[in-house]
């Protein structure tokens, strides 16, 4: 994890806002700060809202490549998922994602930070679960 110090990697989120939340005391890990799966969770839930966009259908995860926890996300932060298809295959695609947050109190007041990358990889499937070909 770089320190909170460190410039971010970038200065605009990459790809479409797919998902934007309130990061609450119910979702923090023993050390007071939002824990990582719930970080995981809004990005599986990103990315699948722009994998059922692209297949036009039903959706599942299959897997998460890649993902990278930059800094810690505290409790009333504005948590940001961007997102964007980097690959489509005949019946999966894969989704590239960023976490960016906005603080919304103290001294950092309107500043936002990338927080956590990663690659989600999903199959479109029909009423079967059974994978389907995605329409291009």
């Avoid at 797919?18 to 979702?27: G, I, S, V, Y």
């Amino acid at each position: 994890m770089t320190s909170p110090s460190s410039q971010p990697d970038q200065i605009t989120p990459k790809g479409e806002m797919l998902l934007r939340t309130l990061a609450m005391p119910a979702d923090t890990n023993a050390n007071g700060d939002i824990f990582g799966g719930w970080i995981m969770s809004q990005l599986d839930l990103a990315g699948g809202i722009l994998a059922k966009e692209i297949s036009k259908g039903r959706i599942a995860t299959v897997s998460v490549s890649s993902i990278t926890f930059k800094r810690p996300v505290s409790v009333g932060d504005i948590v940001c998922c961007h997102g964007e298809c980097s690959r489509i295959g005949n019946s999966s695609m894969s989704i590239e994602l960023q976490v960016w947050n906005k603080k919304v109190m103290g001294e950092r007041t309107g500043e936002r930070d990338l927080v956590c990358e990663a690659t989600f990889h999903y199959v479109a499937i029909d009423e079967n679960g059974r994978p389907r070909a995605i329409e291009k």
